[in-house]
């Protein structure tokens, strides 16, 4: 017979057969799903629902947290998911079970030392709090020696670590029984030289002949997506429920969302409803309660499962109590205008994998949709204009943008200039090409607001000394930045110093560009075919622009056995135009342009095409007042007689 757990006595060998005691002492039998229900509490500061958690209100998470039970024998368990599903929540749960019922070492690892930190302060520390079995298990953090950390609490027979993924240090710390691995997508490939971080984690369990590994995260990009890979090496489970109408067991996939429209041919989303691919039956939202209570996993690769020792699950926002079929319509709409919001949609509502590959846009598919306006006339939408310029060792090449609200484009001039960068006269003739102001629709003449020239290649001096004599008609000198991630544009470094080593105030100035951000922002506006974010080719534009255009594609590369996203280029093709308008775009979000609001853009637009409603035929509207003087808003460029007129901190000033 066993002994007791605790024995009040003063003795010390009393103290030592106790421990002994705990250590024989057999895992509970209570599934990790019963004890959430009979102990769990959310906090109304966290939860959509606060209260007592309810296995029954989300029923496709009870076999994932009882195959992470202690008496269970599965040792990994990998999910691959959409949001508002309540993973959260489970993780929480398996932290208070380990603590309560199953005490042992356990780490808990999150993309960053910060979101660690985080989780451990609003999340597990507010659940300890309101589950009074957790209160006497975990030493006060107020109490001196109580080894009661953000990053680190112990509790009886066990402690519990909190890692980030991006420190090695962190992974290194312990051997674990129990380890968590959340959001497994936002790791970075290599943490300090040292490898993959989920691979230094797992490692701290390998002495422990009864782990459990929880792997989970939204899915990103195929072949490259950690969780993707996790879920492929399970048996691939997905939950199955009843059609109320045919009762065929089936997956819930979005290809069988159907809506109506209204009157006006307009998408009515409050119209949602699953369409049964057996029998065809409506299924409505307030059938997805009972579904859910009669749904089961079911295996697709049940070989991998390795004698239950390795199972994977997969589940989209369809099944989400907190999360409507109509309110999952909105967003796919909206998304359609954008691909980033789709890619989102896909990732984060699906919990699927984004293919580059497959949302690829061809040079063909550009050129048929050139339209008919000719270069160097800005068609109406256009307010302000923005160039990039690429150095060669033979030619500058320069493509220039126009721009309009939420982001719309048109390609307004390519041109080419012959000639070595060494020579003064290629620089001379770019200088006279900016000049040249170009003519709006409406009739206005307008000039380049901001120029990006790249500084890469042979001729990095003479570009600098290029940015420096038109820094006042806003060229500025650029740096490509291949490094995931990177914002489209960060903050300058100064480069002219005096011979003492001071920054010169006022001297030219280097623009990191992260060309991999911008290149998945042109590409992903590559598919919008009208409204915010499309972008416009003219029908004058040679076959030449659209091939450089589309030469870089998105590759899965190997570094160090790991897989990356890389932007890779054939060596036959050349991409000029492409790197062109990374930097056209990279001016424009360092004018600011993505901060712009609806007032903005009034301005912009009474400067560029004044009384544009009466020139088309429309309704007038009143004439807009002056521009404010305020730094905050963008002015247009204007090409009158001899002025150019150009923002300045306190107001404007002539350029010219």
């Not at 429309?618 to 204007?638: C, F, G, L, R, S």
Request: proline letters at 7%; charged letters at 25%.
């Amino acid at each position: 017979m066993l002994m007791p757990a605790r024995i009040d006595h003063p003795n010390g060998d009393a103290l030592v057969r106790g421990a002994y005691v705990d250590g024989l002492r057999p895992d509970p039998r209570e599934p990790m799903s019963e004890w959430a229900d009979k102990y769990r509490v959310l906090n109304q500061t966290y939860a959509a629902e606060p209260g007592r958690w309810r296995t029954e209100r989300t029923p496709y998470l009870r076999e994932i947290m009882d195959a992470f039970s202690p008496t269970a024998r599965c040792e990994f368990v990998a999910v691959m998911k959409g949001a508002q599903l309540g993973f959260t929540e489970i993780l929480t749960n398996m932290l208070g079970y380990i603590i309560h019922r199953a005490p042992g070492p356990a780490m808990m690892v999150q993309p960053t030392q910060n979101l660690a930190k985080r989780f451990s302060k609003q999340r597990l520390a507010t659940m300890i709090d309101d589950v009074p079995v957790l209160r006497g298990k975990v030493a006060d953090p107020r109490a001196r020696d109580s080894g009661n950390t953000t990053m680190a609490k112990n509790f009886d027979g066990g402690v519990l670590f909190l890692a980030g993924a991006n420190s090695a240090a962190d992974l290194r710390s312990a051997p674990v029984r129990y380890l968590l691995l959340d959001e497994v997508d936002a790791y970075p490939y290599d943490v300090d030289d040292e490898g993959d971080p989920i691979e230094l984690a797992v490692n701290r369990t390998k002495t422990f002949a009864r782990r459990k590994v929880l792997i989970g995260s939204t899915p990103t990009v195929k072949d490259v997506s950690r969780v993707e890979r996790e879920f492929l090496k399970g048996d691939q489970r997905f939950f199955e429920v009843p059609c109320p109408h045919c009762a065929t067991p089936q997956s819930l996939e979005w290809q069988h969302m159907k809506w109506d429209k209204d009157e006006h041919d307009q998408h009515d989303p409050e119209t949602a409803f699953y369409a049964c691919p057996h029998c065809g039956g409506k299924i409505e939202e307030h059938h997805k309660k009972p579904m859910l209570a009669q749904g089961q996993w079911v295996a697709r690769k049940p070989e991998n499962n390795l004698g239950d020792r390795r199972r994977s699950y997969h589940i989209n926002s369809l099944y989400s109590p907190w999360e409507s079929w109509a309110s999952l319509v909105y967003k796919f709409l909206d998304a359609q205008r954008d691909p980033h919001l789709l890619k989102t949609f896909i990732n984060t509502a699906l919990g699927e994998c984004w293919d580059e590959e497959a949302n690829r846009v061809d040079q063909n598919d550009l050129a048929k949709r050139a339209e008919a306006y000719p270069l160097r006339t800005i068609p109406k939408g256009g307010l302000i204009i923005t160039g990039g310029i690429d150095v060669q060792d033979n030619r500058l090449e320069v493509v220039l943008w126009a721009w309009g609200r939420a982001e719309e484009a048109w390609v307004v001039d390519y041109q080419v200039f012959f000639g070595s960068p060494a020579e003064p006269t290629v620089w001379t003739d770019l200088e006279r090409y900016l000049a040249q102001p170009l003519t709006h629709e409406v009739g206005t003449a307008m000039v380049p607001r901001a120029v990006a020239i790249d500084t890469g290649g042979h001729h990095t001096q003479q570009v600098y000394d290029f940015a420096r004599r038109n820094r006042h008609k806003g060229v500025i000198a650029v740096k490509g930045m291949s490094v995931a991630n990177r914002p489209v544009i960060s903050k300058p470094s100064a480069q002219d110093v005096t011979a003492r080593g001071k920054t010169i105030r006022g001297g030219v100035q280097l623009w990191p560009v992260g060309t991999d951000t911008a290149k998945q922002v042109i590409y992903g506006r590559f598919g919008i075919e009208e409204g915010p974010g499309r972008m416009h080719f003219s029908n004058d534009l040679p076959e030449e622009f659209y091939a450089q255009i589309t030469a870089e594609k998105m590759a899965t590369r190997y570094h160090k056995g790991h897989p990356r996203i890389e932007w890779v280029k054939p060596s036959h093709r050349r991409n000029e135009v492409l790197d062109c308008t990374v930097y056209a775009l990279a001016a424009a979000y360092q004018l600011g342009m993505p901060r712009w609001r609806d007032r903005d853009w009034d301005a912009l637009e009474e400067h560029a095409q004044p009384r544009v409603a009466d020139l088309f035929g429309a309704t007038p509207k009143p004439h807009a007042q002056p521009i404010p003087e305020k730094k905050e808003v963008p002015p247009a460029v204007i090409q009158n007689a001899q002025t150019v007129r150009r923002p300045r901190r306190g107001g404007f000033v002539n350029a010219y």
